[in-house]
């Protein structure tokens, strides 16, 4: 049930990430990747709070110790989005959106397994 909860809220950022995508690259003409950077660093302490407080519920006094996990959890997978996107878009010729959307299908397990028994562990 965890992961369903997991994957809903990733898909509701998900939502987010692709309008403000489409925002950045096809209205004010952003570059695909660097659209994809200020996607991540805008969306990233959405998807936190979220993930804390309906997918894991931890303590908020537990957000201090979360959040650098969570962070690094998070920016690894974007050093793998960045990667594959640049692959999915510049090599292989999927539209932008649809390739954000394979990316995260790809990394969502991973990062549910990371953020499960990492990022929102409880500390000790």
Do not use: D
Not at 104 to 119: K, R, T
């Amino acid at each position: 049930m965890k992961f369903l909860t997991y994957a809903v809220i990733g898909s509701f950022c998900l939502l987010l990430n692709l309008v403000l995508l489409w925002v950045l690259t096809s209205a004010l003409g952003l570059h695909y990747l660097v659209s994809t950077v200020i996607a991540f660093l805008g969306l990233t302490p959405v998807g936190f709070w979220l993930q804390k407080l309906v997918t894991f519920r931890t303590p908020r006094s537990a957000a201090p110790f979360e959040w650098p996990r969570y962070f690094l959890t998070m920016g690894s997978s974007f050093a793998a989005n960045l990667g594959l996107m640049y692959l999915l878009v510049s090599v292989l010729g999927f539209w932008y959106l649809a390739a954000s959307v394979v990316v995260a299908l790809i990394l969502l397990a991973s990062n549910f397994l990371i953020n499960n028994y990492w990022s929102f562990r409880a500390q000790g």
